[in-house]
């Protein structure tokens, strides 16, 4: 499969990515039915050209439309997204501040589109938690959404692992509690059906941009068994080129569940 990238590459010009001919589903072996990504690299992309972090971030939203736009031109069924975790609060008031901005530029400018792509919409993570005008727009763009059989796109917003863990622990014990459950009862679809991912498939591939490995909180339940990959290429530079190669790499991962295969 890479080789294949690599020959049609040839063709389409050489890699120049301008050129570049996004893959067809057709042309993959095998494609994740659930991709999550950890969008890393932005602060380091804007050091890097001596613009403000801010800036990084804006370039990193548009490297996320185009990652979205070819998840739902494949036909993947879910694209889970880090946009900013419980750890980020700890930034700069300025940074948190642009970073909620672009959250209202986000939807003001995609909205749109990702109706008409018949995409749905979740937030993953507490919204209670954002300012009230995020909070309005995410609430809204859900709703608009929630008939759409599309892309599942889920948007991990003020969201942490061990947060969402927590809260699920919580919501059972209250039924338990109220002598709805027994604790017996309780299996790991129990668990499951508490997380914000609930009715989702487990996350088949995670991607994390920028070199870092490491999930730092991101979906800790749901990648129990995903492959992980982690392209040293930084978010606001992470085009349908290398998320091709991303996707055809996952093709050829051989997945194992614990089992022992041939
Ligand atoms: C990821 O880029 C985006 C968010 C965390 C919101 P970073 O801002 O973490 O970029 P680096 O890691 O500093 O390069
Ligand atoms: C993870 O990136 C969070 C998002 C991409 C939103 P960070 O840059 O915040 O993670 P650490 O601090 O390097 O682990
Ligand atoms: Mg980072």
Redesign the pocket.
């Known amino acids: 499969m890479l080789k294949r990238l690599f020959d049609r590459n040839l063709r389409t010009g050489g890699g120049r990515r301008k050129g570049y001919e996004p893959m067809a589903r057709a042309e993959f072996e095998r494609l994740p039915g659930h991709v999550a990504i ?10 890097k050209k001596g613009l403000g ?1 801010a800036q ?2 804006r370039r ?1 939203t548009e490297a996320l439309r185009e990652i979205i736009r070819h998840t739902s031109d494949l036909g993947i069924g879910v694209l889970s997204i ?4 419980t750890e ?1 609060w700890s ?1 700069s008031p300025e ?1 948190v501040a642009a ?1 909620m901005q672009l959250v209202l530029d986000f939807f003001a400018s995609e909205i749109d589109e990702l109706e008409a792509r018949n995409v749905r919409i979740r937030i993953l993570g507490d919204k209670g938690g954002l300012p009230a005008a995020q909070r309005e727009v995410l609430l809204q763009a859900e709703a608009r959404t929630e008939g759409n059989t599309g892309l599942q796109l889920n948007i991990a917003l003020n969201y942490g692992g061990r947060n969402e863990l927590t809260r699920a622990a919580r919501e059972i014990a209250r039924d338990v509690a109220a002598g709805e459950l027994s604790p017996e009862a309780i299996t790991e679809q129990t668990v499951a059906a508490h997380l914000y991912t609930r009715g989702q498939p487990d996350v088949d591939l995670l991607i994390r941009t ?1 070199g ?1 490995m490491r999930l730092s909180n991101f979906l800790l339940w749901q990648c129990a068994y995903a492959e992980f990959l982690f392209p040293r290429t ?2 606001p530079d992470f085009d349908v080129r290398c998320y091709d190669e991303a996707l055809s790499a996952y093709g050829s991962r051989e997945r194992r569940f614990g089992g022992r295969l041939g």
């Open positions: 950890i969008m890393d690299g932005n602060g380091r992309w804007a050091k972090v990084g971030h990193g880090y946009a900013f975790s980020n930034r940074e970073l920028s870092e930084l978010w």
